[in-house]
């Protein structure tokens, strides 16, 4: 099955995701189903471990969705367990050196191109039967920058070969830079530090990524160049609607 993620990123269309921080099946099947291109599983903050992230990605590949997941940290063993359970791309964080983007690249390629082990299980079901032949050139992988070091070592980190894009996390970028965690960074630094990114991945002819935290905010970042954008998770999307739907009941 091709990646439509790597489709989209070589015709520079922008790629909308959903990010799921709760753990079930249904809410994810129901973001799957609203045109998204892709469905991020959050494994690194949202309230989800392995055992509910499959049945989460069999919701939202039984739809035109990518199945994609951001992992806790960079450790390989989980990433391979994902990818066997038919993630489609991995999201990881907190890369800040070469190093780091090697191992987490190494983790989603088959030899002779890493060292993923073999056992793809649901990735076969999701795949096809020649899902083998084809992942490493399939599965999408984004390293997070969102450290002081990853910053300074963006364009290397860029450069690393078999590494689809870099994704930032606007406030673990903020709190590394000693500024407040903020979802929509206005700080002059910050907002330099976000745009170096920016740079440093469209010199690479990357994708560049960022968490957002609203539709408009989103719209935004496409506008300033991202090609993968996040408006906003489950979670806050349920939050607004409920406030919503209690200010509109109390209307008169
Ligand atoms: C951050 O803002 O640090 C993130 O990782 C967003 O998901
Ligand atoms: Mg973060």
Not at 52 to 62: G, K, R, T
Not at 171 to 187: C, R, V, W, Y
Not at 213 to 237: H, T
Request: glycine share 10%; aromatic share 6%; with cysteine.
């Amino acid at each position: 099955r091709p990646n439509t993620l790597k489709q989209r990123i070589r015709d520079n269309q922008p790629i909308v995701s959903a990010w799921l921080s709760i753990p079930s099946g249904y809410s994810a099947e129901i973001l799957a189903r609203q045109g998204f291109d892709c469905v991020n599983v959050d494994l690194q903050h949202g309230m989800i471990g392995f055992d509910h992230a499959v049945p989460m990605l069999q919701a939202i590949s039984a739809t035109d969705a990518i199945p994609i997941v951001r992992v806790g940290n960079s450790e390989p063993a989980a990433m391979m367990k994902l990818l066997d359970a038919g993630a489609y791309g991995v999201i990881c964080p907190m890369i800040s050196n070469v190093e780091d983007a090697q191992t987490f690249v190494s983790a989603c390629r088959y030899p002779p191109h890493g060292n993923r082990s073999f056992g793809p299980a649901r990735g076969l079901l999701y795949g096809g039967a020649d899902y083998a032949k084809h992942a490493n050139d399939e599965i999408l992988t984004i390293g997070m920058i969102e450290t002081r070091e990853g910053l300074d070592n963006v364009d290397a980190i860029a450069a690393v070969d078999g590494l689809d894009g870099l994704f930032i996390g606007p406030n673990d970028l903020s709190l590394a830079l000693g500024k407040a965690p903020m979802a929509e960074p206005t700080d002059p630094e910050v907002v330099a530090a976000i745009a170096k990114i920016l740079e440093a991945a469209q010199n690479q002819a990357k994708v560049a990524g960022i968490f957002c935290s609203s539709p408009a905010a989103a719209a935004k970042r496409i506008a300033q160049g991202f090609g993968f954008v996040v408006p906003g998770n489950d979670a806050g999307m349920l939050t607004q609607a409920g406030r919503n739907a209690v200010a509109g009941a109390r209307a008169n």
